[in-house]
């Protein structure tokens, strides 16, 4: 069975420090990736998407950035965190146009 | 450009009440899919139902239906007989239907508590 894995599950990081959030996904090949945030108190949106090794969409521009290195492998980065990047990140995985399946979350907190 | 609207941002209700949960979209596709999702105060949101657009039926699964109608741009969630465990955020989410994956439109989510 697919499982996601995503770490870590908290991080509190001063503003201006770097960030890197990962997500892997077993038992499925080929996957459409994701990574979505959620502000306190809201709806989920969109930061990224990736549909292949190298193949990244950003949905609203902003302070962060993504990579996949690998085909299961995504990753969230920024080089200077801001106040406003405080949220949860979530990352999530479908196989083709299906229901997506999310991680446990990572909660940041900039400070 | 695609938006879903949940309107109800706090539901309170005694456990065994029926609650419904409003869902209503905007989307300029003529095919999309559709979904509820739950989000436990873990955080970690949970797959519950995909209806596709040309798809109007109804779905029950155990205390669980969906009432999905086009006419009226809607996908409202019942839960019957509610229990303390079903307290949550629920959110509802759009997708276009294609084959460059589920990017999902969420809405601002329900908070539902269900009360002993």
């Known amino acids: 069975s697919q499982t996601i894995h995503q770490w870590p599950a908290t991080l509190v990081q001063p503003v201006g420090s770097p960030l890197s959030l990962e997500c892997t996904v077993e038992?499925?090949?080929?996957?459409?990736l994701y990574w979505y945030r959620q502000a306190a108190g809201r709806g989920l949106q969109l930061l990224f998407y990736?549909?292949?090794?190298?193949?990244i969409s950003s949905e609203v521009p902003q302070n962060l950035s993504a990579s996949r290195p690998q085909d299961r492998q995504f990753i969230l980065s920024s080089k200077k965190l801001l106040l406003s990047d405080s949220g949860f990140y979530l990352c999530?995985?479908?196989?083709?146009?299906?229901?997506?399946?999310f991680g446990q979350g990572t909660r940041l907190t900039v400070v | 450009a695609q938006k879903v609207t949940q309107a109800q941002t706090e539901i309170s209700v005694v456990e065994k009440e029926d609650v419904t949960l409003d869902c209503v979209y905007e989307?300029?596709?003529?095919?999309?899919?559709l979904f509820w999702y739950k989000q436990p105060p873990s955080g970690e949101l949970v797959f519950l139902i995909r209806?596709?657009?040309?798809?109007?039926q109804n779905e029950i699964s155990g205390r669980y239906s969906w009432n999905f109608q086009k006419s009226t741009s809607s996908f409202n969630f019942t839960i019957t007989a509610s229990q303390v465990v079903d307290s949550a955020v629920y959110f509802c989410a759009l997708s276009p239907r294609g084959t460059s994956g589920s990017r999902l439109t969420f809405g601002e989510g329900t908070q539902l508590t269900v009360n002993p």
């Open positions: 989307t300029r596709d003529t095919t999309y899919y």
């Open positions: 990736s549909i292949g090794i190298d193949q």
């Open positions: 209806r596709n657009s040309f798809d109007e």
């Open positions: 999530a995985w479908t196989f083709g146009a299906t229901e997506a399946f």
């Open positions: 038992g499925t090949s080929n996957p459409n």
